[in-house]
């Protein structure tokens, strides 16, 4: 539960809502009943990812670019997941080893 009360700290609150239109502030209203109920279907093997919101970005030369917008708790879910492989992987990486890492 901890983990997933600093997944939901660390995550922009001001991003765009999902499919289900749910956003942090709907979600902040229950907050500890959101993340129990989370926790019990991540720990139960119940949970499973919503279908993405697909929304088309216009690039400068004309041509459209798709963007995924996952609903607010997956997103919970995602950081969660980022924090936990980045705990494991971190140290593997080399000074020459390139990627992306957010804190």
């Known amino acids: ?3 997933l009360r600093e997944a ?3 995550l922009n609150k001001k991003g765009a809502p999902g499919l289900n239109k749910a956003t942090s502030a709907n979600y902040a209203e229950d907050l500890e009943e959101n ?7 991540l720990r139960s093997g119940c949970y499973r990812a919503p279908p993405i919101k697909r929304v088309w970005i216009e690039k400068e030369n004309g041509k459209l670019r798709p963007l995924g917008i996952p ?3 997956d997103k919970i879910v995602q950081r969660a997941v980022e924090m936990l492989l980045s705990t494991i992987y971190e140290e593997k990486f080399h000074d ?3 990627g992306i890492h957010k804190k």
């Open 96 to 98: 020459f080893s390139h």
């Open 35 to 41: 993340l129990i109920d989370l926790h019990q279907r």
């Open 71 to 73: 609903e607010f708790e």
């Open 8 to 10: 939901y700290r660390r």
């Open 1 to 3: 539960m901890d983990f």
